[in-house]
């Protein structure tokens, strides 16, 4: 089975984005992860598509596809907020980003 890292998810979403995405908080995200299910990243984006704004990445990896999942805040619910959310819904590695 093949894993990226944080830094691997990180640097393949900023490879991907275009120039000025950001949250109302500078920049600051929570990554919910990278999975090599589209059905399993895809139930996350639809899951918080009501709690902030969502981006799903594909990109490969060591011969793999994986799907990224990342939710910005948009003043429907802070940070701490979609981190507790995303650990809750199925996402236990999801991490806070901050640039």
Avoid: C
């Avoid at 919910?32 to 594909?58: C, I, N, P, W």
């Amino acid at each position: 089975k093949h894993s990226m890292t944080a830094n691997d998810v990180i640097q393949s979403w900023k490879r991907q984005q275009p120039a000025g995405i950001t949250g109302k908080t500078g920049g600051a995200y929570v990554a919910l992860g990278s999975f090599e299910s589209y059905k399993q990243a895809d139930a996350l984006v639809r899951t918080f598509s009501m709690q902030g704004h969502t981006v799903l990445e594909r990109s490969e990896a060591g011969g793999a596809t994986w799907y990224s999942v990342s939710v910005y805040p948009d003043g429907r619910r802070d940070l701490d907020g979609l981190l507790e959310m995303a650990w809750a819904k199925g996402a236990p590695d999801a991490i806070t980003i901050r640039e």
